[in-house]
């Protein structure tokens, strides 16, 4: 019986005569026998005298079988049909809020007394600063009073006589301002137990810092005097004129030194002190944005009247903002300084000048506020990282409105602003 292998696991198997295929008895591999062509079998040996003829009849076997394997190959899956396109109306995904967690009555009840005691110290701090300005005005009063009823009384005396009155006019304008704002600001420091260098950075700024602060605040004061002439324009459209106080102008050197000391160079010293370094400085505190719009504002009613009340709040705001990025009053007190030295030159310039050409100075000055504006806010721009930021950050528990309204409930700081407001409308005549 003839032996074949099966190529596909190797097991040898006999296959009876005749078999065709079979299958492997290990793989289960179907094993198939290839038949010999008969023109490749050999005939049998005949015998021949010599030798005898075989016994047996020997049958030649055919050529080395070869077996096949076929394995069982996977049937391959049809693909499956793509499944139909279902159309669904989108529904609303619930959302899940979390529950509040409870709140501590004790934790709440501690926050609630500390925005009360917050509340009061806002309203005490802003009493005590709005009354500062009170008691200036009423000092002020005081002493204008005594000057003018001594006037009056000894008119023939030298000190009122001198370089047609401006020796002793100047002269009481330095001792007015320094009593009634720098020697009030001092007390009201005492008051609510700060010292003055705590509140106050006296230290001169850099070059930079003060050049662009100085600059800005200049071209600021344009926008002031623009303002200023609108509203003095709305004012005589509706029949009234406001009439400021005038003083004759000096004619001596010495007349003319006092002038620009008691209308320059003293009032930017005192009135920056009470209000960017007094009100500014206890109000910071509470932020610096508050802080700066409501020393603006007390600056422009300390004016009181309707020309340089939108001037001074105006010029106010950027002399706070100045001060806080510059770290320092000087910018302020040189501003200050700056334009009430260029008022009094063009009075005394434009004094023996026609209409005409005083409009001339006044456009070139103008002009000039402009141009040093412009210059001090490009320094501004690209050199903002060397100032600090004026923001209003505040470590409590009370919202913006909250710290404004408390300083504005001041009862000292209404009255102050209804009796600065009335003596506005005091300057106002009918045309």
Not at 169 to 179: A, Q, R
Not at 329 to 334: L, N, R, S
Not at 410 to 417: A, D, G, H, N, Q
Request: proline share 7%.
């Amino acid at each position: 019986m003839p032996k074949v292998r099966c190529s596909n696991c190797g097991m040898e198997r006999e296959l009876a005569e005749g078999t065709v295929y079979a299958y492997c008895h290990c793989c289960g591999g179907k094993i198939q026998v290839e038949q010999t062509a008969p023109e490749q079998q050999t005939a049998a040996p005949t015998a021949t005298p010599e030798q005898p003829a075989p016994s047996q009849e020997t049958v030649t076997a055919p050529a080395a079988p070869q077996a096949t394997a076929y394995a069982a190959a996977p049937t391959p899956k049809p693909a499956p049909a793509p499944a139909p396109v279902q159309y669904q109306v989108p529904m609303a995904v619930p959302t899940f809020v979390p529950r509040p967690a409870p709140v501590d009555p004790m934790q709440q009840y501690a926050q609630e007394q500390s925005k009360r005691a917050e509340k009061k110290q806002i309203f005490r701090r802003s009493t005590v600063l709005s009354s500062a300005f009170l008691i200036s005005q009423v000092v002020g009063t005081l002493l204008a009073v005594l000057y003018y009823t001594a006037q009056e009384l000894f008119p023939a005396a030298a000190l009122f006589q001198a370089d047609n009155g401006t020796i002793g006019e100047n002269l009481f304008y330095v001792f007015w301002s320094t009593v009634s704002m720098t020697a009030v600001a001092l007390v009201t420091f005492k008051l609510i137990k700060v010292k003055p260098y705590e509140v106050i950075d006296f230290s001169m700024p850099k070059a930079l810092p003060l050049t662009a602060g100085v600059l800005a605040c200049l071209g600021l004061a344009f926008i002031g005097n623009v303002t200023a002439n609108v509203i003095a324009g709305f004012f005589e459209a509706l029949g009234f004129s406001i009439e400021l106080p005038e003083s004759p102008l000096p004619q001596s050197a010495i007349g003319i030194l006092l002038y620009f000391l008691a209308s320059a160079a003293i009032p930017a010293i005192n009135e920056e002190l009470l209000c960017r370094g007094l009100l500014l400085g206890g109000l910071r505190k509470y932020g610096d944005g508050i802080a700066v719009v409501i020393s603006a504002a007390v600056f422009g009613l300390f004016h009181g009247n309707f020309v340089q009340i939108p001037f001074a709040f105006i010029l106010g705001l950027g002399l706070g903002y100045v001060t806080i990025a510059c770290r320092s009053i000087w910018p302020a007190v040189i501003v200050h300084f700056l334009n009430n030295a260029m008022s009094c030159a063009l009075s005394l310039w434009t004094e023996h000048l026609s209409e005409e050409q005083s409009i001339v100075i006044s456009l070139l000055y103008y002009g000039l506020l402009i141009m040093l504006g412009i210059i001090g806010i490009l320094l501004f721009v690209f050199n903002r990282k060397r100032f600090s930021k004026v923001t209003n950050e505040y470590s409590g528990l009370l919202t913006v409105n909250q710290r404004v309204g408390r300083v504005l409930a001041s009862p000292t700081l209404i009255v102050f602003t209804v009796m600065m407001i009335g003596g506005a409308f005091a300057t106002l005549t009918a045309i």
